[in-house]
Antibody, heavy 118, light 107 residues
Framework: EVQLVESGGGVVRPGGSLRLSCAAS????????MSWVRQAPGKGLEWVAG????????GYADSVKGRFTISRDNAKNSLYLQMNSLRAEDTALYHC???????????WGQGTLVTVSS | DIQMTQSPSTLSASVGDRVTITCRAS??????LAWCQQKPGKAPKLLIY???SLESGVPSRFSGSGSGTEFTLTISSLQPDDFATYYC?????????FGQGTKVEIK
């Protein structure tokens, strides 16, 4: 069974940083691209960033480019999102999702909540 | 960036109705389109990928069609479990993008 478990969310002040983690299990992690998808309260889904299976290719939404960095550690079956220069509009539930590069999104974790507030 | 536009934003329907949701891309995405379903407080669930391929375990009343810039999701006979929000999403090129969502409500 595919499992994706996010952690690292919390409350942070504007301009601050946070690092999200996603622990993957139930599939061969290094066979798949991975992504982060977020959902602000009461809003729709927004794809944030993606990385291919060997970290050879990454992509970012315009809203986070230059501030967020996606990375992965295939030895640890883990995905990460380093978030810097956080803004109030980054407040959202952040989901780890299987899919990225040449793979469509097919599984999502339950998410970790990030709140940016002074 | 590729913009995805869904219509309608909200749809009121009854159990047994045939429901169609449209998604338009601002440029051609070939068939690199997925549809997912989300219920309140839950993670999204994949329904359709590559425009018309049904994800394993998804009921056959769901179907997808289209290519290029015009796509549709059809539910042939709406069931009580289908009242939810539906999103299209393109994965032709980074940055990937979602449509704004279509909420299917009980009439």
């Amino acid at each position: 069974e595919v499992q994706l478990v996010e952690s690292g969310g919390g409350v942070v002040r504007p301009g601050g940083s946070l690092r999200l983690s996603c622990a993957a299990s139930g599939f061969k992690f290094d066979d798949y691209g991975m992504s982060w998808v977020r959902q602000a309260p009461g809003k729709g889904l927004e794809w944030v960033a993606g990385i291919n299976w060997n970290s050879g290719g990454t992509g970012y939404a315009d809203s986070v480019k230059g501030r967020f960095t996606i990375s992965r550690d295939n030895a640890k079956n883990s995905l990460y999102l380093q978030m810097n220069s956080l803004r109030a509009e980054d407040t959202a539930l952040y989901h780890c999702a299987r899919g990225g590069g040449y793979n469509h999104l097919d599984y999502w974790g339950q998410g970790t909540l990030v709140t940016v507030s002074s | 960036d590729i913009q995805m536009t869904q219509s309608p934003s909200t749809l009121s329907a009854s159990v047994g109705d045939r429901v169609t949701i449209t998604c338009r891309a601002s440029q051609s995405i070939s068939s690199w389109l997925a549809w997912c379903q989300q219920k309140p407080g839950k993670a999204p669930k994949l329904l359709i990928y590559k425009a018309s391929s049904l994800e394993s375990g998804v009921p056959s009343r769901f179907s997808g069609s289209g290519s290029g810039t015009e796509f549709t999701l059809t539910i042939s006979s709406l069931q009580p479990d289908d009242f939810a929000t539906y999103y299209c999403q393109q994965y032709n090129s980074y940055p990937w993008t979602f449509g704004q969502g279509t909420k299917v409500e009980i009439k």
